[in-house]
């Protein structure tokens, strides 16, 4: 049983670039959320899709979107990149209480 | 203001000896906690859950005790391993009435364990 995976690995942008970032659950888990983790701290939450839709969102701004297809796998946009935006993606999915999570996507903005 | 707080920024035990990992928290209406570990390079990985009904929960050499009117939770590892060595995250999440899925998760900054052949 394949746990949760994402793509890319790793990535370097310039500021003001955009960036896409993919995500496919754990088998049979139907919800996709979505976390930053900055050097040093926890994982902070940006957003959570179920059926398709976003239902929760973190203190990000607009400039970070998603979607989730009916595959369940999910994307993360991030537009108008900044140096802080720098930070270890991390995708998590679940189907009820416990989030399992990817190994993440590690964003370099310079 | 944050809402999960793990004040020991780092640890450091013998091989064989108890890890006391310490959390506490701001938010009542959190019902249900988690502990994740994470290598470097990795994301995390799930080790033990506790719901607010209950003050302890075990799985082999983890223990996880929830006193709720402290507002804390503490991780025990008995024995410890160099191979729990890594950082540990305490995590929050509150009561929430959506369908399936979870409500969001806050997290701690985390504490480095290392254990000491």
């Known amino acids: 049983d394949a746990g949760v995976t994402q793509s890319p690995t790793h990535l370097i942008k310039t500021r003001g670039q955009q960036v896409t970032l993919r995500c496919s659950p754990k088998?049979?888990?139907?919800?996709v959320s979505w976390y930053q983790q900055a050097l040093g701290q926890g994982p902070q939450f940006i957003f959570q899709y179920y059926e398709e839709e976003e239902r929760q969102r973190g203190n990000f701004p607009d400039r970070f979107s998603g979607h989730q297809f009916p595959n369940y796998s999910s994307e993360l946009n991030v537009n108008a990149l900044l140096l802080g935006d720098s930070a270890l993606y991390l995708c998590a999915s679940s189907l009820v209480e416990t989030q399992y999570f990817g190994p993440g996507t590690r964003l370099l903005v310079l | 203001d944050q809402q999960v707080k793990q004040n020991s920024p780092s640890l450091s035990v013998q091989e064989g000896r108890i890890s006391i990992l310490n959390c506490d928290y701001t938010?009542?209406?959190?019902?249900?906690f988690l502990w994740y570990k994470k290598y470097p390079a990795e994301g995390p990985t799930f080790l033990i859950s506790i719901s607010s009904i209950k003050d302890k929960n075990e799985d082999g050499r983890f223990t996880v005790f929830l006193n709720k009117s402290a507002k804390h939770l503490s991780l025990h590892i008995v024995p410890s391993q160099p191979g729990d060595s890594a950082v540990y995250f305490c995590?929050?999440?509150?009561?929430?009435?959506?369908?399936?899925?979870?409500?969001?998760?806050?997290f701690g900054k985390g504490t480095k364990l290392t254990v000491n052949p």
């Open positions: 088998s049979g888990h139907d919800t």
């Open positions: 995590a929050a999440k509150a009561m929430g009435s959506y369908v399936g899925g979870s409500e969001k998760l806050v």
């Open positions: 938010n009542s209406m959190f019902d249900y």
